[in-house]
């Protein structure tokens, strides 16, 4: 029988410093774009305004704190530098669905930089098919959570 517990809390520790580098370009985020207001061969944004050098930058600095305090630095840098990268290039693909900054892709908004994240620190911190899936189920519920609080408190525009 799987302990229950012990997948949720084992999981939620292992992605942490992901869920806080997603998180922080919310609240440190703004200024100059990532693609510094270039556009792709399709004559739309390489990634759009609302991915700044800023958000990128403390994303990954505050994700590997998280790391750091949990005493897996590496691992952090890792699953946050993942964050970053995989929330960039979910960006990509919706500028180039024509999907504005800021709309809605379901799944590539949520998904995006959590298999990005476990991609990136597999090698350092090999993580079990088990809580893959169990990271995959609860990301999106938690990821609505966080976005309607930062919405609520004026940090975000819009709460998906
Ligand atoms: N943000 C940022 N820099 C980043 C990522 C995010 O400044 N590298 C900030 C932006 O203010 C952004 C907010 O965090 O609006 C929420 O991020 P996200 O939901 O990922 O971006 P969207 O606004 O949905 O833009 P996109 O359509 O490009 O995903
Ligand atoms: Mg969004």
Same mark, same amino acid.
């Given at each position: 029988?799987?302990?229950?517990? #012990?997948?949720?809390? =084992?999981?939620?520790?292992?992605?942490?410093?992901?869920?806080?580098?997603?998180?922080?370009?919310?609240?440190?985020?703004?200024?100059?774009?990532?693609?510094?207001?270039?556009?792709?061969?399709? @004559? =739309?944004?390489?990634?759009?305004?609302?991915?700044?050098?800023?958000?990128?930058?403390?994303?990954?600095?505050?994700?590997?704190?998280?790391?750091?305090?949990?005493?897996? +630095?590496?691992?952090?840098?890792?699953?946050?530098?993942? #964050?970053?990268?995989?929330?960039?290039?979910?960006?990509?693909?919706?500028?180039?669905? @024509?999907?504005?900054?800021?709309?809605?892709?379901?799944?590539?908004?949520?998904?995006?930089?959590?298999?990005? +994240?476990?991609?990136? #620190?597999?090698?350092?911190?090999?993580?079990?098919?088990?809580?893959?899936?169990?990271?995959? /189920?609860?990301?999106? /519920?938690?990821?609505?959570?966080?976005?309607?609080?930062?919405?609520?408190?004026?940090?975000?525009?819009?709460?998906?």
């Amino acid at each position: 029988m799987i302990d229950l517990t #012990a997948l949720i809390m =084992k999981s939620l520790w292992y992605i942490l410093p992901s869920y806080v580098a997603n998180m922080s370009p919310v609240i440190f985020g703004g200024g100059k774009p990532l693609d510094m207001g270039k556009n792709f061969l399709d @004559g =739309k944004r390489l990634l759009g305004d609302h991915k700044t050098v800023k958000g990128f930058v403390s994303g990954i600095l505050m994700g590997t704190l998280m790391g750091c305090l949990q005493g897996r +630095s590496v691992a952090g840098f890792l699953l946050s530098l993942g #964050a970053m990268l995989g929330d960039s290039f979910g960006s990509f693909i919706k500028r180039r669905m @024509g999907i504005e900054a800021g709309g809605s892709a379901p799944l590539l908004d949520q998904e995006g930089f959590l298999i990005a +994240s476990i991609l990136l #620190a597999y090698p350092v911190e090999p993580l079990d098919l088990g809580s893959i899936l169990f990271l995959i /189920a609860v990301t999106p /519920a938690l990821h609505k959570g966080t976005n309607v609080i930062a919405h609520r408190l004026g940090l975000k525009g819009v709460d998906h």
